[in-house]
């Protein structure tokens, strides 16, 4: 059965070294993520570690083997054959997983067999058909991308260009496409990288209750206090007075000044005011896309383009409302999309589908009510690790 093992480390190329060390340098890389130790409520900066999840380099050998078996039956046949010795793989996973101690990075795990059995539920459902015939190490991935949540055409165009581009010898191979894929993903994934510069003046706007505040409140302890920037915060808050407060509290606590405006002529007094700052943090009302009379206000307020307006969207949010909230709310020049509350959704393939068809650039994710810690900077290995696993990193030449 499949050894799998995990690698903790302060950062990726030691959590990299381990494996190399313990497992050999063609030891096949499964998984990296961030786990953080600390649950500190306003701790400051537990440093997040590293958790690589590997296996021997022979591990997909046997699947190999048995997919070899199995080849030139009937396609149909196959394919319920590969399917099978996924789910064997996965319930091998699994058997390893329980094995591991639960200790400060349960959630972690606890998301991963989560994860394992969406993945065996999704072996069962009915899926879109394709509309040409893929291999069935294809189909398997055509539908775990689905599956978490990546448009059926996106997937089948992901494939497709596998399928033209890989020799026939590795399309059996449901691992080698997946990595493929993982890297055509990449490849395709705009991201803005971090707030950053001399003059940061960001607005955030977005649907109610997804998250802008308490984002806000984690961008400016962060550039506060980890960059040293000296940061304001405005807010736009108009029609909500306990909106207003919940940001005040966070200022209070960071000592950081607030300004509260009801007019784009106060708005623009307040730049004015802290022209000196360093990042002028923004927030807004939560607004609906339906609401004709927001979506006006918000024009008023951002419509010129003169700052950077970034649509906050909660990942947990169906499909069908996220494109509809960004095309509304993209009537004003967005210069981002961040998702918030990745740790609540499991279909993460909206959060590319979005940034995709819009052509806007991912910025940030959140991921839990933690305020500073529980964000990150958006990347496209972490957007292809959240699609599909993310494949063997490469060591990068030292910067
Ligand atoms: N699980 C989870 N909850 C989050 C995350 N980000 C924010 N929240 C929670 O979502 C709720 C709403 O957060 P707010 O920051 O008030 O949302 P908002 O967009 O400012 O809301 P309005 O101003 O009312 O539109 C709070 O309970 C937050 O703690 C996240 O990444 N994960
Ligand atoms: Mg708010």
């Given amino acids: 059965m499949m050894k799998v093992r995990r690698f ?26 961030e786990i953080r130790k600390s649950d500190g409520a306003f701790g400051l900066f537990a440093r997040p570690l590293v958790e690589v999840t590997a296996a021997p380099p022979d591990a997909f050998e046997k699947v190999k083997e048995r997919e070899e078996e199995k080849k030139g039956g009937r396609s149909e046949r196959a394919l319920r054959a590969s399917l099978g ?12 997983m329980k094995g591991l101690p639960l200790g400060g990075d349960g959630p972690a795990l606890r998301r991963e067999l989560e994860e394992l059995r969406n993945l065996i539920l999704a072996l069962g459902e009915p899926f879109p058909e ?8 294809l189909e398997v991935l055509r539908r775990q991308m689905i599956f978490r949540g990546l448009s059926p055409e996106k997937a089948l165009r992901l494939l497709e260009r596998a399928k033209a581009e890989l020799p026939p010898s590795k399309l059996e191979s449901t691992f080698y496409v997946k990595i493929y894929c993982a890297r055509l993903l990449m490849g395709e994934t705009k991201v803005t990288g971090p707030l950053r510069g001399g003059r940061i003046r960001a607005a955030f706007t977005g649907p109610t209750g997804v998250g802008k505040t308490t984002t806000i409140a984690k961008l400016a302890a962060g550039l506060t206090f980890r960059e040293g920037k000296r940061v304001a915060l405005v807010t736009v808050d108009t029609f909500r007075i306990a909106a207003i407060e919940q940001l005040r509290i966070y200022a209070r606590l960071m000592r950081l000044p607030v ?8 708005l623009e007094a307040a730049l004015r005011k802290h022209q000196e700052a360093d990042a002028i943090l923004i927030d807004t009302a939560g607004r609906s896309q339906r ?19 970034h649509l906050v969207l909660s990942a947990a949010t169906g499909p069908e ?7 509304r709310f993209g009537e004003i020049p967005l210069k981002s999309l961040l998702f918030t509350k990745l740790d609540e959704a499991n279909r993460f393939g909206v959060v590319l ?3 995709l068809s819009s052509g806007i650039p991912l910025s940030y994710f959140t991921t839990g009510q933690r305020v500073p810690e529980d964000i990150e900077v958006a990347t496209p290995e972490r957007v292809a690790d959240l699609v599909l696993p993310l494949p063997p990193v490469e060591e990068k030449s030292r910067a």
């Fill in 321 to 327: 409302d996220l494109s509809q909230v960004v095309e």
């Fill in 85 to 96: 010795i996924l789910k064997e793989e996965v319930a091998s996973l699994r058997e390893e």
């Fill in 130 to 137: 394709p509309k040409g015939k893929l291999p069935p190490a």
């Fill in 291 to 309: 609401d004709e009379a927001q979506m006006a206000e918000l024009k008023d307020f951002f419509g010129n383009g003169r700052l950077d307006c």
């Fill in 259 to 266: 300004e509260v405006v009801f007019s784009p002529g106060e």
């Fill in 353 to 355: 589908n979005q940034s």
């Fill in 8 to 33: 903790e480390a302060q950062g990726l190329r030691e959590a990299l070294q381990q494996v190399k060390t313990e497992l050999g340098p063609q030891a096949i890389i499964l998984s990296t993520r």
